[in-house]
């Protein structure tokens, strides 16, 4: 296949960037989106020019670092799928793919399509975690757990923080990821202890990043390469509201320890 | 209170009840307008009622719904400021994929809507923007009213956006306010779907039947 790639091009986070035009030739439709790239970036790096920095790791679709926005749509146009994951089969010979980061406030270029996402780090660090005592693992099946409830936190848990639901959003709002965590840790026994907590201290780290607020748009969901249901949302705002109300287990936290 | 109210969440919850406020009142001023086709008198006495009658439960009403919309256009306005914020430097190429035209037409409809209530209140409340307003006859008011044109669209024009705002808005406020239920086909869609068209066709039976003059 021979493609022509239209990618953001940006030096450095102070930078200003610009949409760049590149030549792929000779890709197999059985490479992934990121093998393309590799080839582009050899042939790039060979001509003693600098290639285009992208996030990766895993390259199997669990490590949630591989984001960029090809053709308009987060992850690109495969369903439920990373960009890593994606294959060159899903694109027809000859096509023109745009490329581009991540884009808000709250995810800072780095360099061309490498993103900082640490501030959904600090949304986790707020409160996406259950106070359990260290040391050897409980028995399997010492607390009970509906299989409904264990069903919900284990789709919300698929949430691999990719940032592609912010991508995704006209409003750029974190909300499907900071609803999936609160959905994940709140429908489990172990986290009920923090619940109200959690939700008051991840909604409000989530604002103080500078995401927009939910407008129930519904692009998050479709982006979401885990398929995250907006339904978790629905949770975020019920665990939010029930807290604000009652400022249940808000106080004994604040005191550390 | 005020750390609700500053969150983004707390801000869409106030939207959601304020914009649920305002649901149940267009039903029921909706139905209240079709008496306008049982004829003059009951019409007119339907309007004595409100403005005589029960004028302190009316007032009651105006008041709950001034407090809901100022509640409900502040926290649109903010979180609109807050979303352009939160994305500054925009995509060359970002294609809807699932979201509604009613979703993305919240913001511009709203303002519509606004622009629409202050000209109807001036309109059919006050009598200021009539051409020949009588405080005792609330039917030949709609009539001559609704006799322009110009007046007729523009108000058909705020039907169709507050269809969209209704098929977004009813579906969206239960989940603001958390209390949907999961599934794949939820009840507050179709029941949103209802609403989006009841209500705004009820209303707009009154313009469409007077310039197509089926009722004079
Ligand atoms: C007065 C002018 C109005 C303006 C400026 C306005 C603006 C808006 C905006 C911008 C939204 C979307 C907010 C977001 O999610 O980002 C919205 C939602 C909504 N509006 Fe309005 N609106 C107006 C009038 C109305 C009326 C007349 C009704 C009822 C018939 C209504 C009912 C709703 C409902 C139920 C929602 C959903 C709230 C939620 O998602 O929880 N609005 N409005
Ligand atoms: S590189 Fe790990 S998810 Fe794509």
């Known amino acids: 296949m021979n493609l022509t790639l239209r990618v953001w091009r940006q030096a450095g986070p102070a930078a200003a960037g610009a949409m760049r035009e590149y030549r792929a030739e000779g890709i197999s439709p059985d490479m992934s989106f990121l093998e393309m790239l590799d080839v582009v970036n050899e042939g790039l790096i060979a001509k003693g020019d600098e290639p285009i920095a992208f996030d990766h790791d895993c390259r199997e679709g669990i490590c949630g670092m591989c984001g960029m926005m090809i053709n308009g749509a987060a992850h690109g146009p495969q369903r439920l799928t990373t960009a890593c994951q994606l294959h060159m089969r899903s694109f027809s010979d000859g096509e023109t793919i745009t490329i581009e980061p991540w884009r808000a406030t709250a995810f800072p270029v780095l360099k061309d399509l490498v993103v900082d996402r640490s501030a959904f780090d600090r949304i986790i660090q707020a409160g996406g975690f259950i106070s359990a005592p260290t040391g050897s693992a409980v028995d399997g099946n010492a607390i009970p757990i509906p299989k409904l409830d264990a069903d919900d936190a284990m789709d919300a848990a698929a949430c691999i923080g990719c940032g592609a639901c912010v991508a995704a959003c006209p409003n750029a709002s974190a909300s499907l990821f900071t609803a999936a965590k609160i959905s994940h840790l709140g429908s489990l026994p172990q986290g009920q202890p923090e619940r109200s907590r959690r939700a008051l201290a991840m909604v409000a780290q989530m604002d103080l990043e500078s995401f927009g607020g939910c407008s129930l748009f519904g692009e998050c969901m479709e982006a979401c390469p885990k398929g995250i249901s907006i339904d978790t949302i629905n949770t975020m705002h019920r665990d939010f509201l029930f807290a604000s109300a009652t400022k249940r287990d808000v106080k004994e936290w604040s005191g550390g320890a | ?216």
């Open chain 2, 1 to 216: 209170m005020l750390s609700f109210w500053q969150s983004s969440v707390g801000k869409k919850a106030a939207m959601g009840l304020t914009g649920l406020i305002v649901v149940g009142f267009v039903l029921v001023h909706m139905a209240g307008n079709l008496q306008f086709f049982v004829g003059p008198s009951k019409f007119n006495e339907y309007s004595h009622l409100l403005r005589h009658t029960l004028i302190e439960l009316t007032w009651i009403v105006r008041l709950v719904l001034l407090a809901a919309i100022a509640v409900h256009i502040t926290a649109a306005w903010q979180l609109t400021q807050r979303a352009k914020a939160a994305r500054p430097v925009g995509y060359e190429r970002r294609d809807a994929q699932v979201s509604t035209y009613a979703s993305r037409a919240m913001r511009w409809g709203g303002v519509y809507l606004l622009v629409f209530i202050v000209y109807h209140i001036l309109h059919f409340t006050t009598g200021t923007l009539h051409p020949a307003y009588d405080e005792a006859q609330a039917y030949g008011n709609v009539v001559i009213g609704f006799s322009s044109l110009w007046v007729s669209l523009f108000y058909l024009g705020a039907m169709a956006l507050l269809s969209l705002h209704l098929y977004h808005g009813t579906w969206a406020c239960l989940r603001s306010l958390g209390l949907a239920k999961p599934s794949s086909n939820p009840l507050e869609r179709r029941i949103a779907l209802i609403v989006a068209i009841v209500v705004p066709a009820g209303f707009s039976l009154l313009p469409l039947s007077v310039l197509l003059g089926i009722v004079r």
